[in-house]
């Protein structure tokens, strides 16, 4: 049997999943590692603790698995987006990786829209300039640490650190790419325009392969380390985003995904270029050769549900620990208990800003309604609630702009493994929630892409349809629907109340 290998570098760790040829999951193994934050709205990362947690997951299925490493007939990347690694001249990491989250570039943003254009820049990238993105990250550094700025000679993404490490080859995709405010998504290629413009040389940037074509192979000195061939190919792969589309099978027109990781996302394959007037939703290339998609991103999702967690259920992870079960599992069992709409609490869920619908770094998280009546359970679920009603935001663009959407939601990441959480995404939706035999979505979706560079199957789409099955389905329940949309009118007029303060807020 042949095997093929994902690599997920993800903002809590790096995941690395090995399946066979048939599509079956034989190991999964993750390793994780800090995230950084020196001041409010900042975040970043070491690139080599991605590296040194890549080296020690891939040798670990392995060795859980007791499979030669000779069978391993492809290895494909995926990760989070647009974050921004700088290298020197000998290629070694000269400041910290700034990652997705981070929200220090606001005046970058404003900057790049003054030089190029707010409207130049939409029309090039299909996107707003947005704090997360890497081009502002790139101006930060150039304007307040200069003479770091002086010994750029290379600047990467977060899964391509990794490829340069395995491979030393500086490469990229189109989807990752496409989160970069400085590529063409049309015509999917670098925007020469936007570079001379802001004054990036286009040297400072990997060359850019559709999701499926091989970037190079495994160094000598690696494969020794991991136990791997040499003749290991690795292949471009995608942003987390795209490679968890194809993972959850998004692609073909009319599918879309619900994913609730650290991030929430709502995803939908497009044949072509279809993009948002008023600039709410992402339009990228997909890491299908030739395709693209749109997306709505709330940057607080899975990682609102997290800092609750952390901040106020040290109880529930007491309890967990000596059940010995994931401390969500009590949490949700508590929010079951409390009817829909949390009796009048509503949370808004941007604890770092937010993206889409608004893309405003100043947006915060509220508790809106609370009163002595609430408890903690009432909370846990507000905050669910919030968090669903959120992503409903970015469904409701969808629909807007009369995109293809199927009868059907494909659920995953974190919440979509809460049998509770899928039936609340089906409720508030108004669609039926389905989740697959495989719930490993961008790493599960990097390995089908190397099966399809490495000629092991034929193409994405026919991959997809032997590989990935269905297992479980969540009905929309009308009754309950018609409950959760009550809150909801309350909820989407929320941020436009608060907007001002929010920015007024950040004054002081």
Same mark, same amino acid.
């Given at each position: 049997?042949?095997?093929?290998?994902?690599?997920?570098?993800?903002?809590?760790?790096?995941?690395?999943?090995?399946?066979?040829?048939?599509?079956?999951?034989?190991?999964?193994?993750?390793?994780?590692?800090?995230?950084?934050?020196?001041?409010?709205?900042?975040?970043?990362?070491?690139?080599?603790?991605?590296?040194?947690?890549?080296?020690?997951?891939?040798?670990?299925?392995?060795?859980?698995?007791?499979?030669?490493?000779?069978?391993?007939?492809?290895?494909?990347?995926?990760?989070?987006?647009?974050?921004?690694?700088?290298?020197?001249?000998?290629?070694?990491?000269?400041?910290?990786?700034?990652?997705?989250?981070?929200?220090?570039?606001?005046?970058?943003?404003?900057?790049?829209?003054?030089?190029?254009?707010?409207?130049?820049?939409?029309?090039?990238?299909?996107?707003?300039?947005?704090?997360?993105?890497?081009?502002?990250?790139?101006?930060?550094?150039?304007?307040?640490?200069?003479?770091?700025?002086?010994?750029?000679?290379?600047?990467?993404?977060?899964?391509?650190?990794?490829?340069?490490?395995?491979?030393?080859?500086?490469?990229?995709?189109?989807?990752?790419?496409?989160?970069?405010?400085?590529?063409?998504?049309?015509?999917?290629?670098?925007?020469?325009?936007?570079?001379?413009?802001?004054?990036?040389?286009?040297?400072?940037?990997?060359?850019?392969?559709?999701?499926?074509?091989?970037?190079?192979?495994?160094?000598?000195?690696?494969?020794? @380390?991991?136990? !791997?061939?040499?003749? =290991?190919?690795?292949?471009?792969?995608?942003? $987390?985003?795209? &490679?968890? +589309? *194809?993972?959850?099978?998004?692609?073909?027109?009319?599918?879309?995904?619900?994913?609730?990781?650290?991030?929430?996302?709502?995803?939908?394959?497009?044949?072509?270029?279809?993009?948002?007037?008023?600039?709410?939703?992402?339009?990228?290339?997909?890491?299908?050769?030739?395709?693209?998609?749109?997306?709505?991103?709330?940057?607080?999702?899975?990682?609102?549900?997290?800092?609750?967690?952390?901040?106020?259920?040290?109880?529930?992870?007491?309890?967990?620990?000596?059940?010995?079960?994931?401390?969500?599992?009590?949490?949700?069992?508590?929010?079951?208990?409390?009817?829909?709409?949390?009796?009048? @609490?509503?949370? !808004?869920?941007?604890? =770092?800003?937010?993206?889409?619908?608004?893309? $405003?770094?100043? &947006?915060? +998280? *509220?508790?809106?309604?609370?009163?002595?009546?609430?408890?903690?359970?009432?909370?846990?679920?507000?905050?669910?609630?919030?968090?669903?009603?959120?992503?409903?935001?970015?469904?409701?663009?969808?629909?807007?702009?009369?995109?293809?959407?199927?009868?059907?939601?494909?659920?995953?990441?974190?919440?979509?493994?809460?049998?509770?959480?899928?039936?609340?995404?089906?409720?508030?939706?108004?669609?039926?929630?389905?989740?697959?035999?495989?719930?490993?979505?961008?790493?599960?979706?990097?390995?089908?892409?190397?099966?399809?560079?490495?000629?092991?199957?034929?193409?994405?789409?026919?991959?997809?349809?032997?590989?990935?099955?269905?297992?479980?389905?969540?009905?929309?329940?009308?009754?309950?629907?018609?409950?959760?949309?009550?809150?909801?009118?309350?909820?989407?007029?929320?941020?436009?109340?608060?907007?001002?303060?929010?920015?007024?807020?950040?004054?002081?």
């Amino acid at each position: 049997m042949e095997y093929l290998i994902g690599i997920d570098i993800g903002t809590t760790g790096v995941k690395t999943v090995l399946i066979d040829i048939k599509g079956k999951l034989k190991e999964t193994h993750t390793v994780e590692y800090p995230l950084i934050t020196p001041k409010p709205g900042w975040a970043e990362q070491n690139p080599d603790d991605w590296w040194n947690a890549t080296l020690k997951s891939i040798r670990a299925i392995l060795k859980k698995t007791d499979i030669d490493g000779q069978k391993i007939k492809g290895i494909g990347l995926t990760g989070q987006m647009h974050g921004a690694v700088f290298l020197d001249e000998k290629y070694n990491v000269i400041h910290p990786a700034i990652l997705w989250c981070d929200q220090r570039t606001a005046k970058e943003c404003e900057e790049i829209n003054e030089i190029v254009g707010k409207d130049k820049i939409f029309e090039i990238t299909c996107n707003p300039v947005l704090t997360g993105f890497q081009a502002p990250k790139i101006l930060w550094l150039r304007k307040n640490k200069p003479e770091i700025y002086k010994k750029v000679k290379k600047i990467l993404l977060p899964k391509d650190y990794i490829r340069f490490c395995l491979t030393g080859e500086f490469a990229t995709d189109v989807s990752d790419a496409s989160g970069t405010s400085l590529f063409d998504v049309k015509n999917r290629k670098w925007s020469e325009e936007i570079l001379e413009k802001i004054n990036i040389p286009e040297e400072f940037l990997p060359k850019v392969y559709e999701g499926t074509e091989i970037t190079g192979y495994i160094k000598k000195e690696v494969a020794k @380390l991991m136990g !791997l061939s040499e003749k =290991t190919p690795v292949v471009a792969g995608g942003g $987390d985003q795209a &490679a968890g +589309g *194809v993972g959850n099978g998004i692609v073909e027109e009319g599918s879309v995904s619900i994913t609730i990781g650290t991030s929430g996302v709502v995803f939908a394959h497009s044949e072509k270029v279809i993009v948002d007037p008023k600039g709410r939703l992402h339009t990228f290339c997909h890491a299908v050769p030739g395709k693209w998609h749109l997306m709505g991103v709330m940057l607080s999702a899975g990682g609102s549900f997290r800092w609750l967690r952390d901040t106020l259920c040290e109880e529930e992870k007491k309890e967990a620990k000596k059940k010995k079960i994931d401390p969500y599992e009590i949490m949700t069992e508590k929010a079951k208990n409390i009817p829909v709409g949390s009796e009048g @609490l509503i949370f !808004l869920p941007y604890l =770092t800003g937010e993206r889409c619908p608004y893309p $405003d770094p100043y &947006a915060r +998280g *509220v508790f809106f309604g609370l009163s002595l009546k609430h408890t903690k359970a009432h909370i846990i679920r507000s905050v669910m609630e919030g968090i669903t009603f959120g992503l409903r935001d970015s469904v409701e663009i969808m629909k807007e702009m009369n995109l293809p959407i199927g009868e059907k939601f494909i659920a995953s990441g974190g919440g979509g493994k809460s049998d509770f959480w899928c039936q609340m995404m089906a409720d508030i939706f108004g669609k039926n929630v389905v989740r697959l035999t495989c719930q490993e979505g961008a790493p599960f979706g990097a390995a089908i892409l190397s099966g399809v560079g490495t000629g092991i199957f034929k193409d994405v789409k026919s991959a997809c349809k032997e590989l990935i099955k269905e297992k479980d389905l969540f009905k929309f329940n009308k009754e309950e629907g018609k409950k959760y949309e009550k809150f909801y009118r309350i909820y989407k007029q929320l941020y436009y109340s608060l907007k001002d303060l929010f920015r007024e807020m950040q004054k002081f």
